[in-house]
């Protein structure tokens, strides 16, 4: 007999980061989350974005073993915003077992309906910088990036017989970064820092944090059209950060100023470091932090994680000058792949940016929905 219960303690908050650990012990294309980085996600004191949303975690129970886990999100904001009145269901794991995700997946309806629900999405988290949607194609292509999803076939299947239908997919894309910067790129930068734009580069991690607060203005400011995304508060922007610039390489990451010094675009990057994350397998202690710094010596693909431009210089060819800073750094680092990580099916101008690459499709992602 499956049992639910709503996560109230410590204990079993870590019966919830763990399971997954579990569920997909033998899956070899999984790639695990830091443990602490799970804790600071799902602690109301630490993750802020609690304060306006409110929240449901539950765990399934068989024969004294957990076997589920799935998180419900009522976020006000974003509904309040986008005049929706959705709940979302995310963070849903489970082995093979339709009865298992039945009782999960009808625990959050259920809740959504207590609440006055009108519909209900996901997987999608707070907001799109979670992992969102289940993954459709591209099974045997092992998880690359952070924040991604990396499900089973079978979490679809579950889905879909509880009477989800498509809301939207997402594409990963991946291409050959150029050995030789393609001419066109390089006219039009030239052509944008003689009208007095400036690439910004960084090479230590204290010169990058001045710019995170513009940068996640300008985040707040181009991503309010992006299907799942709501306005950061300037501490949700902080804990967001300080959960992944000490991951990053600062040369990867790029700033375009205009002629006042105003931020008007940037990509952050990073190397491709999931072959370390395996190995360390959620924990940086005593070892795990080795692993990942191996990784990022031994890496030959770049991924593509956050990246803006102000929406107007958008088609002014910012986005070609941010181009030839990453590829140049690239070709430094010996990086001989790009991976775009998730764009929405919407988002026609970075998906033809992506194939103007000769990129192609290797992953695709769904969201689901459902009227409650």
Known sequence: MIKLREVKNKKDLKSFIHLPFSVHKDHKEWLPPLIADEWKVFDKTKNHSFEHCDTILLLAE???????????????KYNKGNNENNVRFCFAECYEDAQVYNT??????DWGKKKGMDNMVGPIGFSDKDPQGYLIEGFDDPMSVMVTNSSFKYMVDFTQQNGFKK????????????KEIPTFYKLVAERLLKKGFKLIEFKKTKEVRPYVKPVFDLINDSYKDIYGFAPLLERESKEFSER????????????????????????????DISEGFRKANGKLFPFGF???????????????????????FRNSG????????????????NLEILDSHVIMEENTKMRALMERLDATVYKKYRIFEKEL
């Open 167 to 178: 809301k939207l997919d997402l594409f990963q894309y991946r291409t050959t970064i150029p």
């Open 290 to 312: 080795i692993h990942l710094l191996r990784s990022f010596k031994t890496a030959t693909q770049l991924n593509l994680l956050l990246g803006s431009v102000k929406e107007s």
């Open 244 to 271: 992944f610039l000490p991951l990053l390489k600062p040369e990867y990451i790029k700033a375009v100023l205009d002629q006042e010094d105003n931020l008007v675009a940037f990509v952050i990057a990073m190397p």
């Open 318 to 333: 910012i986005d070609a000058l941010l181009a030839v800073g990453l590829f140049e750094s690239a070709k430094k680092g």
């Open 62 to 76: 068989e024969n004294q073993k957990v076997v589920g886990r799935i998180m419900g999100i009522i976020n006000h």
């Open 104 to 109: 999960l997946i009808q625990s959050v309806e």
